[in-house]
């Protein structure tokens, strides 16, 4: 512990020398606004699966879908900052919401499940992040192209399985996504920055795009410890 301490400040300066002023105060607004969105999500999962009053499903995502179009619709002004933001704890609230379903089964089988899956997704979120802030200047960029082709590869497959049922597919499809959004974080951060050198300082729809990659990682991350899970207990028996 004390060496981590001893070398935060190294850290710090490493960062200093790597991100100019501007760029470092722009990244601090985007993943401040992540936060909020995280925080909605965590109201959004609690409210469905605590209360009565809204269920995770087809309309939660469907609200998401639409409140990410809203905001993203919406001009980076002032004037209009509290409504972005208000659309992003909406987006926040309804993909909480979403996950609420997956959430239960998983506190069903084992409760910790939850606090392990979001921990290992911190953990993978923060180290690709800070991989894409200390490369090269724009060096995952090129990671653009070939991560949309796997993520349509991805889709098909998924929607292929919807007839064969295949086990090998589900599962190959699960890792493969895992490995995709965490390059996404890469290319994510890598963009943002890049984008903010060249003008553009909308901080609340990049906190969406990173907020994305998060949430998908933890999915993928809760599924795969819940089929560790259910095969330990399966030994146990």
């Not at 911190?122 to 995952?140: R, T």
Request: proline share 2%.
């Amino acid at each position: 512990m004390t060496t981590l301490f001893q070398s935060l400040p190294n850290f710090f300066a490493a960062l200093d020398r790597k991100l100019e002023k501007e760029t470092r105060n722009h990244l601090k607004n985007v993943y401040g606004s992540m936060v909020v969105a995280l925080a909605a999500a965590t109201a959004g999962a609690y409210v469905h699966l605590y209360t009565s009053l809204l269920s995770g499903g087809l309309l939660s995502s469907l609200g998401t879908f639409g409140l990410i179009m809203a905001l993203y619709s919406t001009p980076h002004t002032k004037e209009n900052y509290t409504k972005r933001m208000g659309y992003l704890a909406g987006v926040g609230f309804c993909s909480g919401l979403s996950l609420g379903p997956l959430l239960e089964v998983a506190m069903f089988i084992n409760p910790s499940l939850v606090l392990t899956a979001l921990s290992c997704t911190a953990i993978i979120f923060a180290s690709f992040s800070l991989s894409a802030i200390f490369a090269d200047q724009g060096k995952w960029l090129y990671l653009g192209g070939l991560l949309s082709s796997a993520l349509s590869m991805l889709f098909w497959m998924s929607l292929l399985n919807l007839f064969f049922g295949s086990r090998l597919i589900f599962q190959a499809n699960l890792y493969m996504g895992l490995f995709v959004m965490s390059g996404f974080v890469m290319y994510d951060t890598t963009l943002i920055i890049e984008k903010h050198r060249r003008g553009d300082d909308d901080f609340i729809s990049h906190a969406v795009m990173v907020f994305i990659d998060f949430i998908s990682i933890f999915k993928h991350v809760l599924v795969i410890l819940m089929q560790k899970e259910e095969r330990q207990s399966r030994r146990r028996k």
